[in-house]
C-alpha cells in the first residue's frame, strides 16, 4: 500500500518496469517497482502536477517551477524553464505541450526546455489535461469550456465536443480517448470513428463522446481482474485507480 505522506496524487506516468507519482502534497515525484509498487527512489519536485517521459528523461509540470526535466539514468535534473501554472503536459517525441491554466494556453517547448510558440486558436479556457492521439494530435481537456478538443501540433481546431461536465484530464491509448469529469466523478470514453470527421472541425455534444461507456463513482469501486488490455489511470486524492480501455477497475494500490 501507498504511505500516507504521499498526499494528494496528481499523476501516474508508467514505463519499463516502473511507474512514477506526482505526490503534490508531498512536494514529490516516486518511482515504484510496477511488479509490487515498492519505492526505488524520489525526487524533489514542488507541486508536480502533469507528466510525460521521453525516452530517458521524465517532463515534469510543476506549479511553482514550470517544466522540470529530469535525467532518469542520473536521477538529476537538467533544467528548469518558467511556465505560468502549467496543469498537463504531453510529447509527440519532438515537442512538449503544456497547459497553462493562467494563460489560457497550450506552451510549445522543444525538448532542451526553449520556448517555442503559444497555441491560443481554440480560445480555451482553463485548460488541464492534455494527451497526444494515435494521428498526432492534440486532446485537450478545456476545463471552464466544458469540453475535449483536437488540434494538430500548430493550433488547428480539428474537432470540439462540448457538454462534457468539468473534463479534467485525457489519455489517448490508440483510438480511444478517455476523459475524467472532475464534477461528476466519472470516466467517459469512446472508440472514435475518426474518418468520419477528417477535415473540417466538428463540434459534438457528449453523447458523441460516451458511445462506448460512462463509469460512475460507484462502478469505480468495483474489484475487477483482467488479464489483458491497455491500462488507464485515473488519480484521485491518495488512491490509485487503474482502468483498462473496456472500463473495468483493478484494485491496484
Not at 505541450?97 to 479556457?125: H, K, N, W
Not at 492521439?133 to 470540439?160: E, F, H, I, K, Q
Request: proline share 4%; glycine share 10%; charged share 25%.
Amino acid at each position: 500500500s501507498l504511505p500516507m505522506r504521499w498526499r494528494n496524487l496528481r499523476r501516474i506516468c508508467f514505463g519499463d518496469g516502473v511507474f512514477w507519482l506526482a505526490a503534490q502534497g508531498s512536494d514529490l515525484v516516486v518511482e515504484l517497482d510496477a511488479s509490487d509498487a515498492t519505492l526505488r527512489r524520489a525526487f524533489a519536485v514542488c507541486q508536480p502536477r502533469g507528466m510525460c517521459r521521453v525516452g530517458e528523461r521524465l517532463f515534469v509540470a510543476s506549479f511553482a517551477h514550470g517544466v522540470v526535466c529530469i535525467d532518469l539514468p542520473t536521477g538529476l535534473t537538467r533544467f528548469r524553464v518558467p511556465c505560468t501554472r502549467p496543469r498537463g503536459i504531453a510529447s509527440d517525441g519532438r515537442r512538449l505541450y503544456v497547459t497553462s491554466v493562467t494563460d489560457d494556453c497550450i506552451v510549445v517547448f522543444t525538448l532542451q526546455g526553449a520556448e517555442v510558440t503559444r497555441l491560443r486558436g481554440a480560445r480555451l479556457s482553463e485548460p488541464r489535461g492534455i494527451d497526444v492521439d494515435a494521428r498526432g494530435r492534440l486532446v485537450v481537456a478545456d476545463s471552464n469550456g466544458g469540453r475535449v478538443v483536437w488540434l494538430t501540433p500548430c493550433g488547428r481546431v480539428v474537432r470540439s465536443v462540448s457538454g462534457v461536465c468539468r473534463p479534467n484530464d485525457v489519455v489517448c491509448r490508440g483510438n480511444d480517448v478517455f476523459v475524467s469529469e472532475w464534477s461528476h466523478g466519472s470516466v467517459r470514453w469512446c472508440r472514435a470513428p475518426w474518418r468520419r470527421w477528417r477535415g473540417a472541425a466538428r463540434s459534438r455534444s457528449a453523447r458523441s463522446l460516451s458511445k462506448v461507456g460512462c463509469l460512475s463513482t460507484r462502478q469505480l469501486r468495483q474489484e475487477c481482474a483482467l488479464q489483458s488490455g491497455l491500462p488507464f489511470h485515473v488519480v484521485s486524492c491518495s488512491l490509485i485507480k487503474i482502468f483498462y480501455a473496456c472500463g473495468l477497475l483493478v484494485p491496484y494500490i
